[in-house]
């Protein structure tokens, strides 16, 4: 008989996702003059999680990490400046800005062909980074079995998505009746078309071959957000509410760490031992 699931052990990222109070305007965020296209302290978070899993020290240039998604090349420039070896991926060949890191085009939703123009590096991919990526994706599924195959036996996998369970989301749900960020305007703008909750993550990522090791929560939402007036209020109104609100109201962005077994080994046994320091 199939055992029951235990809900899972949520950490939070560092920096804190969740800050008592901050005002949090979500303007543009840049490293080394390119434009860091997710959530505030967003990509600072990532790169403590990565250093955690393959510590920069004993990367060399031999750990290879493919950032898939890349936009300008942000996240991949700050793995290169950390000594990682980084390949940046994405379908706007013109946005790629970054120095170091190698670019290549593909298209995540034509995965056939993303599959051929990354022939090179399968199987032989150490981490695999897909940041803010997956919801703007009609095939999904596809991408995720396209992550599997690029990673390694025993490579390892860091994906993220807006937190569709967080506080702000539940409350625009109450008011609005829809997802927080995957309304009519942000089909288009900024092309979010697929939420996630971390059930349907957790176990697309089981069914395609992956073993989760870990669950984040990361960005920047704050217990009481100043961004303006209204959501000021919004967030003192909620304060009784959130001993009731469960393990994922805090964090923008929702982030599973994910390892490829390695030969013989299923992806439903446990993850084997990650040297990583206790998170909050």
């Known amino acids: 008989m199939r055992q ?13 996702p969740a800050p008592f109070f901050a005002w949090d ?14 959530d505030t302290h967003l990509h600072e978070q990532i790169f403590s999680l990565i250093a955690r899993v393959i510590p920069p020290e004993n990367a060399g240039r ?7 998604g890349c936009g300008e090349g942000a996240l991949a420039q700050r793995l290169w400046d950390a000594g990682y070896s980084v390949i940046g991926v ?11 890191p190698r670019f290549v085009f593909a298209d995540f939703d034509r995965p056939e062909e ?13 981490l695999v980074v897909a940041v803010e990526i997956i919801e703007h994706l009609r095939r999904p599924w596809e991408f995720v079995q396209l992550c599997h195959k690029l990673a390694r036996p025993g490579g390892q996998l860091v994906v993220t998505t807006p937190n569709v369970a967080s506080w702000w989301s539940r409350l625009w749900f109450l008011l609005r009746g829809e997802l927080w960020g995957f309304g009519f305007e942000s089909w288009h703008d900024p092309g979010h078309v697929h939420p996630f909750t971390y059930v349907e993550l957790e176990k697309l990522l089981e069914e395609v071959g992956f073993r989760a090791c870990g669950v984040y929560l990361g960005g ?20 009784p509410l959130r001993p009731l609100m469960g393990g994922f109201r805090d ?9 490829k077994p390695v030969n013989g080994e299923s992806p439903n046994s446990s993850p084997r031992a990650q040297t990583l320091p206790p998170s909050q």
């Open 4 to 16: 029951p699931r235990l809900t899972p052990t949520v950490k939070k990222l560092e920096p804190n």
């Open 90 to 100: 994405d379908k706007q060949r013109e946005a790629f800005r970054a120095w170091g």
């Open 25 to 38: 305007r979500k303007t543009p965020q840049y490293y080394r003059s390119l434009r860091i296209g997710a």
């Open 220 to 239: 920047c939402l704050p217990v009481i957000w100043g961004y303006n007036w209204k959501r000021f209020l919004a967030s003192l109104a909620l304060l």
């Open 62 to 68: 031999q750990s290879l990490v493919v950032d898939l």
């Open 251 to 259: 964090g923008w962005v929702l982030c599973i760490h994910a390892e």
């Open 114 to 126: 993303a599959e051929g123009f990354l022939s090179e590096w399968m199987g032989k991919v150490d």
